[in-house]
Each structure stands twice: as C-alpha cells, then as structure tokens.
C-alpha cells in the first residue's frame, strides 16, 4: 500500500507543480519559498520530439479542473508570422472566439475562449520564437472561474522569457 501511494505521489507531482513558484536556472532548480520545497529538475536540451511540455504548473481544482499554466517546446522552423496565421486559423477552425492578439518581432500573445470537449474554457498563452522552435506558455482555466484565476495565470505567462 505504501509502495502505490509513493508512486501515486510521484505521478501527481509530476503532471501539476503548484502555481506561484520560481526555479533557479544556474542550477535548473525548482525552488518553492513559500511551500518551503525544492528539486532538480529533469533538463533535456535537445529531442527529437516535435512538441513536448517542459513544465505544468496547476491552481487547487475547482469544479474537476485545475487551472493551470503549461511550457511547450514545439520544434518550428518558420516564422512567428507564419505561426501566428496557423494558430488563429486553428482557433477559428475549433470555433475558439479571439479576445486579444498581439504579434511583434518573435512573440504573439492571444487570449482566447470556447469550448473545448463541451466545455466552457478561457486560455492566455504566448509563442516566443528562438532558432528553429517555439517556446508556447499556456494558461487554462474554466471560464466560469476565469475573472477569479485570471490575475495569477497572466502573471505567469506575461513573465515568461526565453534567453537569446
């Protein structure tokens, strides 16, 4: 029993960290002050995957759902502009209603919402381009509690920054 509820945590802990946290780069250190924790954290520079999630950060559940914010590194050779015009075509595509889009020289920021699998949701995200990939901050909530989350999941998303 006490073997499943180790593995169970170790699963836990891996698809959702608690918001509000800072990592330390010099040491690829995940540092919680508040929560008075800290890990190294798994670092792979390079993959042959095409997109993969480097981190999830999650708000408490509420209504079966976690707000969360998601880091992808999705391996895109062409230009922010290009992948500008084929995100919002997939969104009109999804039937997802665009609040906000701003693009300049290597980032789009959107705010977005629709239904996702019958479900009311509200994103904010940003694309920053770097060489041949796209670093994509995501920030998920429910829209019903989209006015109460939205200050700390923008906040997260408007901070993140990708070196040159």
Known sequence: MRMVLISLLAVVSVSCTPA??????EKN???SEDLGISMEVPVVKESDVESYIIAAFCLPSSDNFSANVNVQKQKYADSIGTYDKLSTGQFEKSKMTIV????????VLYEYKGELQGVATH????AI???DYVFLTTATALEKHW????AKLMKAV???T???
């Open 162 to 164: 990708v070196e040159d």
């Open 147 to 150: 006015k109460d989350q939205k």
């Open 29 to 31: 250190v995940f540092v």
């Open 123 to 126: 994103w904010y995200a940003k």
């Open 129 to 131: 381009k770097r060489g």
């Open 20 to 25: 509000g946290e800072e990592t330390r780069e």
């Open 100 to 107: 906000k889009r701003e693009l300049d020289r290597n980032t």
């Open 158 to 160: 408007d901070s993140f």
